[in-house]
């Protein structure tokens, strides 16, 4: 029997745990913090935490359109109490890291609490305690990175990790960095009720996604009256109660709070991976290759620490992955085109598979259709008037590759259209399932039939 040994509770390393178990192996996970990883503590769960109360306030200021009025006919008015919702995101937290661990420990997993470090022999050690597998799983996940020169304190000067310790919402919250984080977070606090400025370092809001989606995004943005600031951060520094970040062209924005939101580095440094002969790549990731083997034989790398793509879903794949590997078990390359993922803002960018950009670059023949969801019935009766469905199809084998979907709950619908992109199936394909009337996903159904009868030399891009 094998002895798998992982260090790092996060997606990558307790998905991997549960894979490697149920293939009948000894496994032993180090982990520091709590299970779940940050994944649970401090990222995923806490920011979509906050972002359903954004997204249960925003709901409920529309409630006359829907017909719904306070007992005496006043407006609907609510305001947030942060220490109530940043209560309820700790107790969440918690619970979901407890159900994790008390699930690993069910299965049969040996948990070591403590900071592990590779030994020269490809083992963990935690304090005098020494563990030796057949195979390593490295799954360190990562961190925010800090600036020097805005570097944060826990109160007025923040990062993400920062945020649940406010209990009262700031009267002016200034974002630094708009990509996925500084956006989620940037427009949650909006609709809590802070004013937010956003600092946007690039032309627009969520420069990665979609034009046409990040396009939308910045003009919710502006509508709900958020103020966005083309620039680069070059400092923040406290002034009394205020915050004050100095742009690197001299202008300086004041506010009462600063979240750095500047990307992450990942915890591959003190960990003994150099002395172990386990490579890392120029930016200081763990180098992996798709069934995450690193340099180091018997030694892998999952998650946010290969630098791969910083998704929980990514990471728990890798773990698989890894595990299939060790075990003998058939292995399924890790397939980055066939990923899904969402911002969650309001509206939340849903995407899978190929983006346009990848489309053009790669000079592939493909047609897209798009329609508004304004124009759907259930739409209508929701309330909802923004968002849009966009699939791309391959105009030789009418395979789905890629979509965005725009809306509210687009991360639940893009799961139809991220079964035809990993099962290669065709527009028509998709077109021929039935959706349900009336429902949102009745506009994938129908963007896909617009697409019925694709021939290559309507391609209008690709060479
Ligand atoms: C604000 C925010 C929101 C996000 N939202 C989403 C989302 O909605 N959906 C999504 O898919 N992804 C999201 N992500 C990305 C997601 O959080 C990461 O991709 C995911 O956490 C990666 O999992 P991991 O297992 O690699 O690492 P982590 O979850 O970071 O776990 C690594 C674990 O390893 C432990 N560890 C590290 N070094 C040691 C050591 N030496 N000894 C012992 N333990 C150690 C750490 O304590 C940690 O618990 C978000 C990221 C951020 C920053
Ligand atoms: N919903 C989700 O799935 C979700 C949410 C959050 C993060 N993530 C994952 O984490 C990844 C990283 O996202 P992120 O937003 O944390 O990091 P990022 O590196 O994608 O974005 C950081 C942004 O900050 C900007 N920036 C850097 N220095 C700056 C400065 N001095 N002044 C102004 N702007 C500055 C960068 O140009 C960049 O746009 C995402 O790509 C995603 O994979 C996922």
Same mark, same amino acid.
């Given at each position: 029997?094998? @002895? ?17 178990? +149920? ?24 920011? +979509? ?40 995101? @700790?107790?969440?937290?918690? =619970?979901?890291?407890? #159900?994790?661990?008390? &699930? ?23 304090? $005098? ?12 996940? %990562? =961190?925010?990175?800090?600036?020097? *020169?805005?570097?944060? $304190? ?13 209990? %009262? ?15 989620? /977070? ?35 943005? &502006? ?33 009462? @709070? ?30 992996? $290759? +798709?069934?995450?083997? *690193? ?8 998650? $946010? ?59 592939? /023949? ?13 739409? +209508?009766?929701?309330?909802? #008037? ?12 009418? @395979? ?23 099962? &290669? ?39």
């Amino acid at each position: 029997m094998s @002895h798998v040994v992982i260090l790092g509770g996060g997606p990558g390393g307790y998905e991997a745990a549960l894979v490697a178990r +149920k293939a009948g192996a000894d496994v032993t996970l180090v982990e520091r913090n709590g299970l779940g990883g940050n994944a649970v503590l401090t990222d995923v769960v806490p920011s +979509k935490t906050v972002i359903a109360t954004a997204e249960w306030r925003s709901i409920a200021e529309r409630a006359p359109e829907l017909g719904i009025v306070a007992d005496d006919g006043a407006p609907v008015r609510t305001r947030v109490d942060l220490a109530a919702v940043n209560a309820r995101v @700790h107790e969440l937290a918690s =619970r979901q890291s407890a #159900d994790i661990a008390a &699930r690993l420990e069910a299965e049969g997993v040996r948990i070591v609490h403590g900071e592990g470090v590779v030994t020269p022999s490809r083992g963990v050690r935690v304090g $005098d305690q020494e563990i030796q597998g057949d195979a390593l799983l490295l799954a360190l996940g %990562a =961190r925010p990175r800090r600036m020097a *020169t805005a570097e944060p $304190d826990g109160e007025r000067i923040l990062s993400w990790t920062d945020l649940y310790s406010l209990t %009262a919402l700031p009267d002016h919250l200034i974002v630094v960095g708009s990509g996925v984080t500084g956006a989620e /977070f940037a427009e949650a606090y909006a609709l809590l009720g802070a004013r937010v400025t956003l600092i946007a370092s690039q032309d627009r809001v969520l420069p990665r996604e979609d034009p046409e989606a990040s396009a939308m995004l910045t003009d919710v943005f &502006r509508e709900r009256g958020m103020t966005l600031v083309g620039g680069r951060a070059a400092a923040a520094r406290r002034d009394g109660d205020d915050v004050v970040v100095t742009l690197e062209d001299g202008r300086e924005i004041r506010g009462s @709070h600063c979240l750095m939101a500047v990307g992450s580095v990942p915890n591959t440094d003190g960990v003994g991976l150099a002395e172990a002969g386990i490579r890392l790549d120029e930016r200081g990731y763990v180098a992996v $290759d +798709k069934v995450s083997r *690193t340099s180091a034989p018997g030694v892998y790398a999952a998650g $946010d620490c290969t630098g791969v793509l910083p998704l929980a879903s990514v990471a728990a794949a890798q773990g698989r992955i890894a595990m299939a590997h060790v075990l003998g078990d058939a292995v399924r390359p890790l397939q980055l085109g066939h990923i899904s993922s969402t911002v969650f803002t309001a509206p939340e960018i849903a995407t899978v598979g190929a983006s346009e950009a990848d489309l053009i670059k790669r000079g592939i /023949f493909y047609r897209v259709e798009r329609l508004d969801l304004a124009r759907n019935p259930r739409a +209508k009766m929701l309330g909802i #008037d923004q968002g849009f469905v966009k699939i791309f199809g391959h105009t030789v084998t009418g @395979h789905v590759l890629g979509a965005v979907i725009v809306g509210s709950r687009a991360s639940e619908h893009v799961y139809a259209l991220s079964l035809a992109v990993a099962n &290669r199936l065709t527009v028509d394909q998709v077109a021929d399932a039935f959706t349900v009337y009336p429902s949102l996903s009745g506009t994938t159904g129908e963007v896909a039939r617009s697409l019925h009868g694709m021939r290559e030399d309507d391609a209008p891009h690709g060479t």
